[in-house]
């Protein structure tokens, strides 16, 4: 038997061969996915998969837990995951290092499935998994090979580079124990098996080999991990591409932004929202950065008398509006952050479609969705009759004066005010085609989310925030209150189980944006619930009935809870 110690150190240096093996292949994955594709990497293409097939419960669940970060979480709970069956084909090697070596090679089948398995895969995309997986089979088998040779080849070498068997210290260690010199192969030894060689002493392997090869691949995984993370060669172009775009003037430049429209207070959210600051959904793990040059956006289907396709260019030159939008999400929680306003640049869709000889189900069209189309095979579906019925539904191009971010859908993404953004707003956007609800399901509506889905009346407190202690005395309470397209009315805010008590609106440049409001609040010591409810312009007045965000968005009232000093 060898010691409890020796025993230790053999797993040990096991579980680390795997891992070692594994980032290995992880490293050398992500630099051939600088030449291949950001997409094609292991961790984003399984996270990829992960995304598409987690339930809708567990979704809604990570976002409320993780809100932006779930993305960073997922990647990290995949690299979790990997470590651990690293660790454990690392020491299952010891024994069997082909099974070790095959473990790995299996891991790089199912990175490599799951990046074929991408709606926009290419073969090559298997590529990075593939050879990495080969790498770090090898690295496994080379890397248990030198920690079993000491056994095997105890000549020269193992004595003069280990405490060797023969050193005082670890024979009368191993006589301790097991009362067989480490050395010789131990017949009654329960761990001595046909080629698995015997471990008497802790130090009785190729020690000088194994630390050279684990250390030259270490530092050559975590470079070629860290070059790979920042070649990106494939999306210099359209970086490039990107930064050479100069936005066209407006043919039809937005309302006047009248002066009021932010009330200055401290903590309420600006009136528009900064490109960095806009928040962010979409399923994408690895940012699509498309070139507009190769770019085409497609534009076929029911109805469509004269299907065709766009270029970049081409959509830059037709008459443009400039209009300001306020984008929510349906994942949105009550006093959630996914609402967001910016300016927005972009050709109006409604003549666009109209001129390729669509007309709502109201004039007899026969397509009542418009299926708008990802780059990396994302589906939103809108109804084509609020797409037409005149609103500024748009292909937009710029965003607060910029070309559109890569995270915000560049080149060009939809529009539609009042609509959610998973009915309305798709990014790197490459195809519409006219279909009917009944004929075509989209990504979300696969997934429990409603097929229709207008932005619900919310109202959210900015300030105070919760918990906060303002001093007794005048309070200014301030927030935000959207009903895209419809516009808001009235916003009420209570204390307690007072009565409700009118805001002050600011006023708004269109009613496609969010409106704010303040209420100056004559506080008092103590604990107080300061509760908020919004009134559109159809006179529908929030629900206190609280709802979930699935199927068609959350329903209820923001309250903040705040200690008056
Ligand atoms: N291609 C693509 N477009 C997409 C999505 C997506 O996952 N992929 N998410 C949609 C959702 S759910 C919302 S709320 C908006 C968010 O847009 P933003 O990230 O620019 O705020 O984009 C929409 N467009
Ligand atoms: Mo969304």
Redesign the pocket.
């Known amino acids: 038997m060898p010691s409890r110690a020796g025993r230790l150190l053999r797993l040990t240096l096991g579980g680390f061969s795997g891992v070692l093996a594994g980032g290995c292949a992880l490293g050398v994955a992500e630099l051939a996915a600088a030449f291949v594709g950001e997409q094609a990497g292991p961790v984003t293409a399984v996270g990829g998969a992960v995304i598409d097939r987690t339930p809708t419960p567990v979704k809604v669940w990570a976002v409320q837990t993780f809100g932006t970060d779930d993305k960073l979480v997922l990647r990290l709970g995949i690299l979790l995951t990997l470590t651990l069956f690293a660790l454990a084909l690392g020491m299952t090697a010891l024994r069997h290092r082909r099974v070790g070596a095959a473990g790995v090679l299996v891991f790089g089948l199912i990175g490599a499935g799951a990046a074929a398995s991408r709606p926009m895969a290419r073969w090559i995309d298997v590529l990075p998994s593939l050879g990495a997986a080969a790498l770090g089979a090898i690295v496994l088998y080379v890397l248990t090979g030198q920690l079993t040779s000491g056994g095997r080849h105890l000549g020269a070498g193992a004595e003069a580079l280990t405490e060797g068997p023969a050193g005082p210290a670890s024979s009368a260690a191993a006589e301790d124990e097991s009362g067989a010199v480490g050395t010789q192969p131990t017949a009654a030894g329960t761990e001595s098996t046909a080629g698995t060689p015997p471990y008497g002493a802790a130090g009785s392997f190729d020690r000088r080999g194994f630390v050279l090869t684990a250390g030259a691949v270490g530092v050559a995984s975590a470079a070629s991990g860290w070059f790979g993370r920042r070649l990106d060669l494939t999306s210099a172009d359209a970086v490039a591409a990107r930064e050479a775009v100069t936005l066209p003037a407006p043919g039809s430049r937005a309302a006047p932004v009248p002066s009021g429209v932010h009330p200055r207070v401290r903590g309420l959210s600006p009136f528009f929202t900064a490109n960095r600051d ?7 793990l690895a940012v ?1 950065k498309v070139d507009p040059d190769g770019w085409r956006l497609r534009l076929h289907g029911k109805g469509v008398s004269e299907p065709r396709t766009f270029g970049f260019r081409e959509l830059l030159e037709r008459d443009l509006i400039e209009r300001d939008i306020t ?5 949105n929680e009550v006093g959630g952050e ?1 609402v ?1 306003t910016a300016r927005w640049l972009g050709v109006p869709l409604g003549p666009l479609l109209r001129a390729a000889g669509v007309r709502p189900p109201s004039e007899g069209g026969p397509a009542d969705q418009l299926v708008a189309r ?3 095979g ?1 589906t ?1 579906g809108s109804p084509v009759e609020v797409v037409l019925d005149g609103r500024d539904a748009m292909l937009a191009v710029g965003m607060n004066g910029q070309p559109l971010p890569f ?3 560049f080149p060009v ?1 939809m529009l539609v005010p009042g609509l ?3 009915v ?6 490459q195809e519409l085609e006219l279909t009917t609800f009944r004929d075509y399901d989209t ?2 509506t696969k997934r429990d989310w409603a097929a229709r889905a207008p932005v619900k009346t919310q109202s959210r407190i900015d300030t105070p925030k919760p918990f906060d202690n303002p001093k007794a005395g005048t309070v200014p309470v301030a927030g935000v209150a959207w009903a895209q397209h419809t516009g808001i009315e009235r916003v009420e805010v209570r204390v307690d189980d007072g009565a409700w008590q009118r805001a002050e609106l600011a006023p708004v440049p269109s009613q496609d944006t969010w409106r704010q409001w303040v209420w100056q609040w004559p506080a008092t010591p103590g604990s107080h619930t300061l509760q908020v409810r919004a009134t559109d312009r159809d006179g529908n007045t929030q629900t206190a009935r609280r709802a979930g965000t699935v199927p068609d968005g959350a329903t209820g009232r923001h309250q903040v809870v705040v200690d008056v000093r």
């Open positions: 806009f928040y962010r959904v979409d399923t994408a699509p984008l929510t999400c349906v994942s996914y967001s990802s780059v990396d994302m939103l995270r915000h859908g993404r959610y953004g998973y309305s707003a798709c990014k790197w956007l990504y979300w």
